[in-house]
């Protein structure tokens, strides 16, 4: 939907947090009045009906992150903890540098709070308590921007950057960065479908324990197939826009069997 992650799903490997918000704000009555069946906080809620106490909502904010921030760094910024969402802020189209990341239970919160100023990359990142409203209104906010723009533009580049992309040689082979974690070697196909590709010319990227990376490497007919793909740089998938690269068969062999 708007972000993607790590996983908190009944155990699964997935790592798109978009699905699951919707259900988890639906279905959990940690997260609103509804009645439904608990998401995940079955435990948790139980606890707070026997104690008689309402549980916070566990929702912690982050400031100050790298504009190219991802949800597997900031999965790695708070090691160990159970994250349920990550939803990153952005104002008009453009990130903010902040970000909410829900966690599984309300005394993770603690823990997540015991990381403020500390480092992701060269950034210090500041982590704050939040609110269920704060984080709402923020999701609110971000359904809104993703309809008045559509797609979301992409943050500019600067003129240098695009040219060094232009020059580079084209051997029939793109490399894709950004994509969903989620995403499928049908979504690339289903994107590039206006070009002669077949799912085994299709490579996606994983690291050593085996998750995505966002990452993919795409075999075109021939150079000029793989040129002609350019145009759909930095279109979206998702609401996730896709850059793309001139690549080349060795990098593609060495980025997906290096495990």
Do not use: W
Not at 55 to 83: H, K, S, W, Y
């Amino acid at each position: 939907m708007y972000s993607r992650g790590k996983y908190m799903d009944g155990g699964g490997d997935g790592h798109d947090f978009g699905s699951k918000r919707q259900r988890l704000m639906d279905s959990n009555p940690y997260y609103g009045n509804s009645p439904g069946p608990s998401f995940m906080y079955g435990n948790a809620s139980y606890m707070s009906q026997f104690f008689g106490q309402p549980q916070p909502f566990p929702v912690v904010r982050l400031r100050g992150l790298p504009f190219n921030c991802t949800e597997i760094d900031i999965a790695e910024f708070f090691m160990g903890l159970d994250i349920v969402d990550v939803l990153f802020v952005h104002k008009s189209g453009r990130f903010s540098g902040e970000a909410f990341c829900v966690l599984a239970y309300p005394v993770q919160v603690d823990f997540a709070l015991q990381r403020n100023k500390q480092n992701m990359g060269r950034r210090y990142i500041e982590v704050f308590r939040s609110k269920r409203q704060e984080y709402y209104q923020a999701v609110a906010s971000e359904v809104a921007d993703s309809r008045s723009i559509s797609p979301r533009r992409p943050p500019p580049r600067m003129k240098s950057y695009d040219d060094a992309k232009d020059s580079m040689p084209h051997t029939g082979v793109l490399k894709l960065r950004g994509l969903p974690f989620s995403a499928t070697k049908e979504d690339i196909l289903d994107f590039f479908k206006d070009f002669e590709v077949s799912e085994d010319n299709v490579h996606m990227v994983f690291n050593s324990d085996g998750r995505a990376t966002g990452e993919a490497f795409v075999e075109f007919a021939s150079a000029e197939d793989s040129k002609a793909a350019m145009i759909k740089d930095r279109m979206s998938i998702g609401s996730r826009y896709i850059e793309l690269f001139p690549s080349s068969h060795d990098e593609a062999e060495e980025a997906t069997s290096s495990r």
